[in-house]
């Protein structure tokens, strides 16, 4: 089963993502299928910010990792809502997430 997602990119511009659920893909994963501006340098590990994102829906999302507490702290742009996108799975449950891409460093 696919899921929509809202991502805004960093010009402003909507995209309507279609994700599908049974591939084991993250936020990060889906945004880069699509062509969309998000490096994801570190491969999604946690180990970079470059795919750092602003959740605007009020969807339940799975706790911060250590490793993305410790790489938000160190991002520029963090806000109270920052995630990184290689960290949330796609899952059902995230159907209508709505994001905006983090301005790049």
Avoid: W
């Avoid at 809202?6 to 909507?14: A, F, L, P, S």
């Avoid at 938000?72 to 059902?92: D, G, K, M, W, Y």
């Amino acid at each position: 089963m696919d899921i929509q997602i809202t991502v805004i990119d960093r010009e402003g511009k909507t995209h309507k993502l279609s994700a599908p659920t049974d591939m084991a893909m993250n936020l990060m994963e889906v945004c880069k299928s699509y062509e969309l501006p998000v490096e994801g340098t570190c491969g999604g590990m946690a180990l970079c910010a470059s795919c750092q994102c602003y959740v605007k829906s009020s969807h339940s999302l799975s706790e911060k990792s250590e490793d993305e507490e410790a790489m938000l702290a160190e991002a520029f742009h963090v806000e109270p809502n920052s995630r990184l996108a290689c960290q949330i799975p796609i899952t059902t449950e995230l159907d209508g997430l709505e994001v905006i891409l983090a301005p790049e460093e």
